[in-house]
């Protein structure tokens, strides 16, 4: 398997939690649609026509926390629509209405991707290696600007290994097994969607654990991918 390793980084990052249409909180990390999202708008798809690309049948992601998860609270401006709908349709002031969000800060990830079509993948990678997009890149919002990079050659040859005790470094499945906890290290459990239609319907969850200051995780037995220096689970 071959793997295209690039990190993503920024000053802030906002992946709203979708219990809502007007939900505050931010997941820890991309989710893995929100991952095929920013790699779609780097390659120029329009939306919602990349959804089959990203299948579990034909594409692998890994992800690791580099920056320590740290969250801050930012107010976003909203229509107020107690009484209109439409901004347009209210009259006066009181248009808008403040609501406090959670941010993300200083973030930075490490993303692995294999599909299975060659094609994007060297298209991916060209365009990685010139450092350029169709669309700006962001984390979450149009107002959380990413920079990325590839990381080292960018392509890395892979194949999947069988190991005990494994300090794993990116985000871990949860059924990928289980977990010995360590002190001064903090886990967190979170579910996330998965894989989505063209119609942006969810069709799975995906439950992971994380490590919020950035350490490995340790596992009791898993099947893992060595990549570079890292241990990665693939999803």
């Not at 998965?194 to 596992?219: A, Q």
Request: proline residues 3%; contains cysteine; positive net charge.
């Amino acid at each position: 398997m071959n793997l295209i390793v690039f990190d993503v980084w920024g000053d802030y990052a906002y992946f709203r939690r979708g219990y809502t249409t007007t939900s505050t909180l931010t997941y820890p990390f991309p989710s893995r649609t929100t991952i095929a999202g920013f790699i779609a708008g780097i390659l120029g798809y329009p939306r919602n026509s990349y959804y089959d690309l990203f299948q579990k049948e034909n594409s692998k992601i890994g992800l690791k926390i580099i920056n320590p998860i740290k969250k801050t609270r930012i107010n976003l401006n909203y229509i107020n629509t107690k009484n209109k709908m439409l901004l347009s349709e209210i009259k006066g002031n009181g248009k808008r209405t403040q609501v406090p969000a959670e941010f993300l800060k200083n973030v930075k990830y490490r993303i692995y991707l294999s599909l299975d079509d060659e094609e994007i993948m060297n298209k991916l990678y060209n365009t990685l290696k010139e450092h350029k997009s169709v669309y700006t890149p962001y984390l979450g919002i149009t107002e959380c600007l990413a920079n990325f990079s590839l990381v080292g050659k960018g392509i890395y040859s892979t194949e999947s290994i069988e190991g005990n005790n494994v300090d794993i470094n990116s985000v871990v499945l949860k059924e990928s097994g289980n977990i010995k906890i360590e002190p001064k290290k903090r886990y967190g459990v979170i579910k996330s969607p998965g894989f989505m239609e063209d119609d942006r319907s969810v069709t799975s969850f995906l439950e992971y654990y994380y490590e919020s200051m950035g350490n490995t995780i340790k596992l009791e037995s898993c099947e893992y991918y060595k990549v570079g220096e890292d241990n990665v689970i693939l999803y």
